[in-house]
């Protein structure tokens, strides 16, 4: 069978509606390979013309697999075009029809892996392929339970910006992003990361919470603050109804502070329970009250990384251009990969942090980890080693309020750093959603 | 994906710009530097070759998707692909004259623009809603043309 690769790219880019309905424009035998992180097979989708031919997620096949496959969490996609397609005879449908289906097929239960299970109600288009195929009928067409999964029309209004998601169907979140920031290895700078970029989230006008979810309470040590909080995310977490007590307003006036603890360490962490449950609750509550949310992680992959990746819908990786963090940066993706599919946050990308050009081991660190990974997950923006970090927490300060109007010119590398999350996120700033007039 | 209603009324529209097609070059370019014109020098002095491959890659768009649900098993060459040939526009634009990424909106406008203008009250709210879907589709092939692979990167359309 003659196969020719169109297209590839990565569902953190572009969402998986948009690239199907694209591609049904095709009037090619066209097949859609998804794969994860680690470039595993997940599943496959056929399309041509418009019709949906076959679908295939492990042992489901058809309308379920499509589904399941919509709802994935797959973080790649590859577009195949076939010369000599496979035998089927028949589309399972529509491609538009699929797409509402997907849309309104019963959303899984909070903490259950499996597929949605469809209400039977119209007969399934008929299927005659040679595989074996999935005859149970589509999922009714009704309201979902709730509003996070009010499916949106599709829209055909205005021309719209680049990587928006205003041709998907898919649904469209009550609630802001919750991003965690993690890394395998200790030492990388996720706090300076995550501090200094929600810091230019905030600049962009949109509502930003910064999480310190490490116990160290390094966020606080970083800004000279250790003895000024009450009460931080661990002594919270089970009792959330007490976020608005623990959130701290910073001196950027969209961003605030959810430290990690008060001045005791809780009950929770001294008794080592697991709690992630009430990450879950809280990180819920810090999304309904944010357009994002940074959650800055302790180190490792594992523990609370691992209870805070549950929680949240996106993640962003910090690799350290060093020969060490390249050495332990697998357990980046396999810690994603060990998560349950249903729980498995979208990967935003990954932030390449102390880079040094002048030294040959950090760009020999870069070089391979570009051959080892897949190198489309980096942030085009690159952040270097530089002393300007050192003098801004020695002045307890992120970087743009370190030096006062002048502040370091890393300091706008975050700045494009939060542009190019927005790109990817479909996130839109006040100024996209609100264009003002400069003249008033 | 377009529906029927849709494509036919893109197909009747083009039928009335089909006698104008020039004039209506004309006021595409006119309206987009007249509303954005700092993209006018990612084109040469002589528009003239630009306007008629803005109408031959219309009239392509147009033609491609005039086809029937039932014949969903007609295949059409590579080369004369719909999505296949803007796949690999896109990556010209992207790679070669790095057209940034709000021109999109910009040249959605204007072709907006210029229909209505040009067709006054025969651009109907139809007509307008079904031309904005194919141009968000369009558009965000050409976005995508940067994940263009293998023989869909070098593929160019054969303007006949």
Same mark, same amino acid.
């Given at each position: 069978?003659?196969?020719?690769?169109?297209?590839?790219? =990565?569902?953190?880019?572009?969402?998986?509606?948009?690239?199907?309905?694209?591609? #049904?424009?095709?009037?090619? +035998?066209?097949?859609?390979?998804?794969? @994860?992180?680690?470039?595993? *097979?997940?599943?496959?989708?056929?399309?041509?013309?418009?019709?949906?031919?076959?679908?295939?997620?492990? #042992?489901?096949?058809?309308?379920?697999?499509?589904?399941? =496959?919509? *709802?994935?969490?797959?973080?790649?996609?590859?577009?195949?075009?076939?010369?000599?397609?496979?035998?089927?005879?028949?589309?399972?449908?529509?491609?538009?029809?699929?797409?509402?289906?997907?849309?309104?097929?019963?959303?899984?239960?909070?903490?259950?892996?499996?597929?949605?299970?469809?209400?039977?109600?119209?007969?399934?288009?008929?299927?005659?392929? #040679?595989?074996?195929?999935?005859?149970?009928p589509a999922p009714i067409r009704q309201a979902p339970a709730g509003p996070a999964h009010a499916p949106t029309?599709?829209?055909?209004?205005?021309?719209?910006?680049?990587?928006?998601?205003?041709?998907?169907?898919?649904?469209?979140?009550?609630?802001?992003?919750?991003?965690?920031?993690?890394?395998?290895?200790?030492?990388?700078?996720?706090?300076?990361?995550?501090?200094? &970029?929600?810091?230019?989230?905030?600049?962009?006008?949109?509502?930003?919470?910064?999480?310190?979810?490490?116990?160290?309470?390094?966020?606080?040590?970083?800004?000279?603050?250790?003895? @000024?909080?009450?009460?931080?995310?661990?002594?919270?977490?089970? @009792?959330?109804?007490?976020?608005?007590?623990?959130?701290?307003?910073?001196?950027?006036?969209?961003? @605030?502070?959810?430290?990690?603890?008060?001045?005791?360490?809780?009950?929770?962490? &001294?008794?080592?329970?697991?709690?992630?449950?009430?990450?879950?609750?809280?990180?819920?509550?810090?999304?309904?009250?944010?357009?994002?949310?940074?959650?800055?992680?302790?180190?490792?992959? +594992?523990?609370?990384?691992?209870?805070?990746?549950?929680?949240?819908? *996106?993640?962003?990786?910090?690799?350290?251009?060093?020969?060490?963090?390249?050495?332990?940066?697998?357990?980046?993706?396999?810690?994603?990969?060990?998560?349950?599919?249903?729980?498995?946050?979208?990967? =935003?990308?990954?932030?390449?942090?102390?880079?040094?050009?002048? #030294?040959?081991?950090?760009?020999?660190?870069?070089?391979?980890?570009?051959?080892?990974?897949?190198?489309? *997950?980096?942030?085009?923006?690159?952040?270097?080693?530089?002393?300007?970090?050192?003098?801004?927490?020695?002045?307890?300060?992120?970087?743009? +309020?370190?030096?006062?109007?002048?502040?370091?010119?890393?300091?706008?590398?975050?700045?494009?750093?939060?542009?190019?999350?927005?790109?990817?996120?479909?996130?839109?700033?006040?100024?996209?959603?609100?264009?003002?007039?400069?003249?008033? | 994906?377009?529906?029927?209603?849709?494509?036919?009324?893109?197909?009747?529209?083009?039928?009335?710009?089909?006698?104008?097609?020039?004039?209506?070059?004309?006021?595409?370019?006119?309206?987009?530097?007249?509303?954005?014109?700092?993209?006018?020098?990612?084109?040469?002095?002589?528009?003239?070759?630009?306007?008629?491959?803005?109408?031959?890659?219309?009239?392509?768009?147009?033609?491609?998707?005039?086809?029937?649900?039932?014949?969903?098993?007609?295949?059409?060459?590579?080369?004369?692909?719909?999505?296949?040939?803007?796949?690999?526009?896109?990556?010209?634009?992207?790679?070669?004259?790095?057209?940034?990424?709000?021109?999109?909106?910009?040249?959605?406008?204007?072709?907006?623009?210029?229909?209505?203008?040009?067709?006054?009250?025969?651009?109907?709210?139809?007509?307008?809603?079904?031309?904005?879907?194919?141009?968000?589709?369009?558009?965000?092939?050409?976005?995508?043309?940067?994940?263009?692979?293998?023989?869909?990167?070098?593929?160019?359309?054969?303007?006949?």
């Amino acid at each position: 069978m003659g196969t020719s690769i169109v297209m590839k790219g =990565l569902l953190s880019e572009f969402n998986l509606a948009d690239v199907l309905q694209v591609v #049904s424009l095709s009037r090619q +035998f066209t097949a859609i390979e998804l794969k @994860r992180l680690d470039g595993k *097979h997940y599943g496959i989708i056929w399309i041509k013309s418009g019709h949906v031919i076959a679908a295939q997620q492990g #042992s489901v096949e058809g309308r379920l697999a499509f589904y399941e =496959l919509f *709802h994935s969490m797959a973080d790649m996609f590859v577009v195949f075009r076939l010369d000599d397609p496979p035998s089927f005879s028949a589309p399972i449908g529509r491609l538009p029809d699929l797409l509402i289906e997907a849309v309104e097929a019963a959303p899984r239960p909070e903490g259950s892996q499996a597929a949605p299970r469809p209400v039977p109600v119209d007969p399934p288009a008929p299927v005659r392929s #040679s595989r074996a195929a999935d005859t149970r009928p589509a999922p009714i067409r009704q309201a979902p339970a709730g509003p996070a999964h009010a499916p949106t029309r599709p829209r055909t209004a205005a021309p719209h910006g680049r990587r928006t998601a205003t041709l998907s169907v898919a649904r469209a979140p009550s609630t802001g992003m919750v991003v965690a920031v993690c890394s395998p290895k200790g030492g990388v700078g996720k706090t300076t990361i995550a501090l200094n &970029l929600a810091v230019s989230l905030a600049q962009r006008e949109v509502k930003t919470i910064l999480v310190d979810a490490d116990i160290n309470g390094d966020q606080l040590a970083l800004l000279d603050a250790r003895d @000024r909080v009450p009460l931080g995310v661990y002594d919270i977490l089970d @009792r959330p109804e007490a976020l608005d007590q623990a959130l701290r307003a910073t001196a950027s006036p969209h961003l @605030r502070l959810l430290p990690a603890s008060g001045p005791e360490v809780s009950a929770g962490v &001294l008794e080592g329970r697991e709690q992630a449950e009430g990450w879950r609750k809280v990180l819920e509550a810090v999304g309904a009250r944010a357009d994002i949310a940074l959650v800055d992680c302790p180190a490792g992959m +594992f523990g609370v990384t691992r209870e805070v990746l549950g929680a949240v819908s *996106h993640v962003i990786g910090v690799f350290q251009s060093e020969v060490v963090a390249q050495r332990s940066f697998a357990m980046f993706s396999r810690g994603l990969a060990a998560l349950p599919p249903g729980r498995r946050p979208t990967l =935003l990308g990954v932030v390449v942090n102390m880079f040094q050009r002048r #030294s040959g081991p950090s760009v020999e660190a870069f070089q391979a980890f570009c051959d080892e990974a897949d190198r489309h *997950h980096l942030f085009e923006t690159m952040i270097p080693r530089s002393e300007a970090f050192a003098e801004a927490s020695l002045a307890g300060q992120p970087l743009r +309020f370190s030096e006062g109007a002048a502040p370091s010119p890393v300091a706008w590398l975050f700045d494009m750093l939060a542009d190019e999350i927005f790109t990817r996120s479909g996130l839109r700033t006040a100024a996209t959603t609100n264009p003002r007039s400069f003249l008033v | 994906m377009l529906n029927t209603a849709e494509k036919a009324s893109i197909r009747r529209s083009w039928e009335l710009v089909k006698p104008i097609t020039e004039t209506v070059a004309d006021l595409f370019y006119r309206r987009l530097f007249e509303v954005a014109p700092h993209y006018r020098p990612l084109f040469k002095e002589d528009l003239a070759p630009q306007k008629r491959k803005l109408i031959a890659m219309l009239g392509f768009i147009v033609k491609s998707l005039d086809w029937r649900e039932e014949s969903w098993d007609e295949s059409v060459s590579p080369e004369d692909d719909l999505f296949l040939v803007v796949l690999a526009l896109g990556r010209r634009h992207i790679e070669l004259y790095r057209v940034p990424d709000a021109a999109y909106d910009a040249v959605g406008n204007a072709l907006v623009w210029t229909f209505d203008y040009g067709l006054g009250e025969a651009f109907t709210r139809d007509i307008r809603d079904a031309w904005l879907k194919a141009y968000s589709l369009i558009s965000r092939i050409m976005q995508m043309g940067h994940c263009a692979a293998g023989e869909a990167s070098e593929l160019r359309w054969a303007e006949r």
